[in-house]
């Protein structure tokens, strides 16, 4: 069974500092890449950050490029997402999901072709 759980949301300040966590398992993780996405209250699902499989490349929207870093370690299925100088448009639900194709040389960035995705974890930027 397939899973994906994310942690490590919460409250903080703007300018504040956070690292999101998504333990997989079910699967061979070493293999897939693997991209953050976040939805805000009221609007769709949009793309954060995504790494490939061997972590040789990473990507970024826009936005968050230069706060954002994305990372994994293949030896305890996770991935995660620190996210420094937090601003309060980044408040949403941060899922963590996995690529549908092994070893794909470059990551995803559209959400369609992810096959697994977490529940979500709450990212609240708030004075």
């Known amino acids: 069974q397939v899973q994906l759980v994310e942690s490590g949301g919460g409250l903080v300040q703007p300018g504040g500092s956070l690292r999101l966590s998504c333990a997989a398992s079910?699967?061979?993780?070493?293999?897939?890449?693997m991209g953050w996405f976040r939805q805000a209250r009221g609007k769709e699902r949009e793309f954060v950050s995504s790494?490939?499989?061997?972590?040789?490349?990473?990507l970024y929207a826009d936005s968050v490029k230069g706060r954002f870093t994305i990372s994994r370690d293949n030896g305890l299925n996770t991935v995660y997402l620190r996210m420094d100088s937090l601003k309060p448009e980044d408040t949403a639900v941060y899922y963590c999901?996995?690529?549908?194709?092994?070893?794909?040389?470059?990551?995803?960035?559209?959400?369609?072709?992810?096959?697994?995705w977490g529940q979500g974890t709450q990212v609240t930027v708030s004075s």
């Open positions: 790494i490939s499989w061997s972590s040789g490349r990473t």
């Open positions: 079910g699967f061979t993780f070493s293999s897939y890449g």
């Open positions: 999901a996995a690529d549908s194709i092994t070893k794909r040389l470059v990551p995803l960035v559209g959400s369609n072709g992810y096959q697994y």
